[in-house]
């Protein structure tokens, strides 16, 4: 048993796999060295910044409709962001784009079109996402649980309960998150905010670490007392106890 989590306690084993941002490459490595009879949960921000955000959405939809794998795609900000920028595209373009939408863009095939019209470039990323798609990616939740421990792409609040938290605290953070241990017992995994390496504080474990950046995609594998992670890099695949 793993020194500091033996208060762990999922009802099964199961996978959290960090931040991707269009990294099919290393999902695709990581992917077979995973149990696939046990539940693999994504954390969020599949789109944006990496080059194949298109490919990344569209095996996770497969994944989670149309496969024998138990998997559970979460909403994470940038997913948030792309459906803002659907919905109203004026709002959002500025902050999206900023942030990686381009390369979103160019991974549909729409590298030629005209930026300086957002209505126009929100109805053609639509059409060529396709409504079933869209309407995946709206669906998604922003939290899975699975005995004391909790998955979520940015944060929980330590102050309030599991089920009250607000969306853009679950989407985009919270300053006291990582600081200070829940008194409810409950463990939390996340994305969102990149390490250097995998950690585990406070009862929260930390799995981001950066992939569209540092060419390393990190997943962490959750038993009743203990945590591995591994990393899946152009160097191959790498396990390591917390």
């Not at 046990?38 to 080059?51: A, L, S």
């Not at 009250?164 to 995994?189: A, E, I, M, N, Y």
Request: net charge negative; proline share 4%; charged share 25%.
């Amino acid at each position: 048993m793993v020194i500091g989590t033996s208060s762990l306690a999922p009802t099964e084993k199961f996978y959290a796999i960090g931040d991707l941002h269009g990294r099919l490459d290393l999902l695709q490595m990581l992917l077979p060295a995973l149990d696939g009879d046990c539940p693999t949960v994504f954390v969020g921000d599949y789109v944006d910044r990496g080059e194949h955000s298109a490919q990344v959405l569209r095996q996770l939809h497969h994944l989670d409709t149309r496969s024998e794998k138990k998997a559970i795609c979460l909403k994470g900000n940038h997913e948030d962001m792309l459906l803002g920028f659907l919905d109203a595209p004026r709002k959002w373009e500025r902050v999206w784009l900023h942030n990686g939408g381009a390369q979103t863009l160019a991974s549909f095939d729409l590298t030629d079109i005209e930026l300086s019209d957002p209505d126009a470039v929100a109805e053609a990323l639509r059409g060529a996402m396709g409504q079933s798609l869209v309407d995946w990616l709206f669906d998604r939740p922003l939290t899975w649980t699975s005995g004391n421990v909790t998955v979520v792409h940015a944060a929980l609040d330590p102050k309030q309960l599991v089920d009250g938290q607000q969306d853009s605290t679950c989407l985009w953070g919270h300053p006291q998150f990582r600081k200070k241990r829940r008194k409810d017992g409950q463990w939390v995994v996340h994305g969102h905010t990149i390490v250097d390496e995998p950690m585990i504080e406070n009862d929260v474990i930390s799995i981001d670490t950066g992939a569209f950046v540092t060419d390393r995609l990190t997943a962490a594998e959750i038993s009743p007392g203990s945590v591995r992670f591994i990393s899946a890099s152009h160097t191959g695949i790498e396990w390591e106890s917390a």
